[in-house]
């Protein structure tokens, strides 16, 4: 059980997270969009990614590892398809122009893509295709991120977690949205079950003895050193279709790196630059315009539909309920809208580490 839980409301912990990345130098208009892209996290429902990961970006801007003044330089651009340089940039601003920009060429020319190298991590991916879905178009989000996936037989860390995300509108209030990592569990839930003392479940770990492992604290260390990984969506070996999300993973790479002639693999972990370590990965963001295809309204309906056949389908003995992606967020971000974000005992000591550091005391009723 979680003790020392609080609740803080989404648009102040917002404007916290925007104030703390003003105050590591982020310009104001960028500092809004992480701060937008992270509790987008928070109030889905998604712990892993919004508040809990501000105190990472805040130690890698103090490292070094980041350009607090994004500069985007574009290496090629067409009608449909764009590559460009993060110059080791703040993702989440890369991430969101690379979108708007994929989105601008979908509603001119059917399809809009942009690649994306040297960015770095850019929070959910799932709101990127979010931006896609509100134009009403299907959306695509996928990076490459630090080793932490071993290929199927193998214990090595090779390929991130490497999220496959894909989203498009329905005729309902919420759309269809699949955000997940194609590991069983990644590294941010592992975080977080460190944060609160949880054992991971057995068989989403392997040590490189080829043992499972449930100590997320040992987890964290162990993967650093390179003797633990994540297991890839299906589990170990081939018996429950372990090559399926390495072969996803793969995919990710590809449409991550070698698309860009990017950073891959084993170079995630960081490359010396100057005598400064720099953390860098790729991103590929495609937009698709329904309205290419036929009216919108035709296609928002029969997704629509299939979304609910399937919620209506015969449910397993003991089921209360079949989900459809998408929908457990939504209904985490209309309670939360009320109640708030929770915030456990470690958060809150993140918290006050940042603020009173950055001397937001403005923030100090908080807690």
């Known amino acids: 059980m979680v003790e020392n839980i609080i609740y803080i409301e989404a648009e102040t912990l917002e404007n916290f997270m925007r104030d703390v990345f003003i105050g590591l130098g982020v310009p ?8 937008e892209v992270l509790i987008a996290s928070d109030i889905r429902g998604i712990d892993t990614h919004g508040i809990q990961r501000c105190k ?14 994004t500069k985007i330089d574009v290496i090629k651009d067409g009608p449909t398809t764009a590559l460009w340089d993060g110059n080791c940039g703040m993702g989440h601003v890369i991430a969101y122009k690379a979108m708007k920009t994929a989105i601008e060429k979908a509603k001119k020319y059917g399809l809009g893509s942009v690649a994306v190298r040297n960015s770095t991590h850019f929070g959910i991916a799932g709101f990127y295709s979010l931006m896609a879905i509100k134009e009403g178009m299907i ?17 090595e860390p090779m390929l991130g ?28 839930k592992v975080e977080l079950y460190n944060r609160i003392n949880k054992p991971l479940p057995d068989g989403v770990v392997i040590t490189d003895e080829g043992k499972t ?17 994540l297991l890839p969506l299906g589990g170990r070996g081939e018996e429950t279709s372990g090559y399926k999300g390495y072969g996803y993973a793969t995919l990710v790479e590809l449409l991550s790196a070698a698309l860009q002639d990017g950073i891959y693999l084993k170079d995630t972990i960081g490359i010396l630059e100057e005598g ?92």
């Not at 104001?28 to 701060?35: N, V």
């Not at 995300?165 to 699949?178: K, R, S, V, Y």
């Not at 919620?311 to 459809?324: C, D, F, L, Q, V």
Request: proline share 6%.
């Open 161 to 188: 977690t490497n999220p496959l995300t894909a989203g498009a509108p329905t005729d309902e209030e919420f759309p269809f949205l699949i955000d997940c990592a194609t590991t069983i569990v990644q590294r941010g």
């Open 56 to 69: 990472m970006y805040f130690d890698r801007i103090k490292a070094g590892m980041y350009e607090v003044n």
């Open 213 to 229: 492992e449930t100590d997320p604290a040992k987890v964290l260390e162990n993967m650093g050193k390179g003797k633990a990984a």
């Open 276 to 367: 400064q370590k720099r953390l860098k990965v790729g991103h590929f963001f495609l937009a698709i315009n329904i309205e290419s295809f036929l009216p919108l309204e035709v296609f928002k309906k029969t997704a629509g539909n299939i979304m609910k056949d399937l919620r209506s389908s015969k449910k397993e003995p003991g089921a209360n309920r079949i989900y459809t992606a998408g929908e457990k967020e939504h209904d985490v971000m209309t309670s939360r809208r009320k109640t708030g974000i929770p915030l456990n005992k470690s958060l809150q000591k993140d918290i006050k580490i940042m603020r009173e550091e950055l001397n937001l005391d403005k923030y100090k009723s908080l807690f």
């Open 139 to 155: 959306g695509l989000a996928v990076t490459n991120a630090r080793p932490s996936m071993p290929p199927t037989f193998g214990v």
């Open 28 to 35: 104001k208009d960028d500092a809004h969009i992480i701060a």
